[in-house]
């Protein structure tokens, strides 16, 4: 189950673990709670080598603010404390996946940052 965190306690995580995807949702979000079982299924595939969170955005909209979330669900990742940029074809270079996601769309991203070097 996808843990759901406050502000303090998503700035600890992401500085303490290699490895964070950070799901930026809302309660009454429809995608997000199908989001929540693709984020369960990547957690199951993965096991420790992921720390998966979610951040409820209507209780914490100062996070809102400081990652310019203006859609939910947003997906970020996070290595070594430091948020990621991934190239696009389409896009350029992009720091979030905006909308549902499925798990084997996110795998991709999260083994490559699992197997890079600190």
Known sequence: MVEYVDKRQMEQ???N????LVDFSS????????QHKELDKLK??????I??????????????????IR???TLMFFKNGKKIRFKSRSQGRMDRFIGLRK????????NYLIS???
Not at 44 to 49: E, F, Q, T, V, Y
Request: proline share 8%; glycine share 6%; hydrophobic share 40%.
């Open 27 to 34: 309660k009454f979000c429809g995608p997000c709670q199908f």
């Open 71 to 73: 859609a939910t669900p």
């Open 17 to 20: 673990h290699d490895v964070v």
């Open 103 to 110: 798990m084997q769309q996110m795998i991709g991203p999260a």
């Open 51 to 68: 720390k998966i969170i979610s951040v409820e955005m209507n209780r914490n909209p100062d996070l809102a603010i400081k990652y310019n």
């Open 44 to 49: 199951h595939k993965l096991g420790d080598k």
């Open 13 to 15: 995580i992401i500085q």
């Open 116 to 118: 890079m070097k600190n």
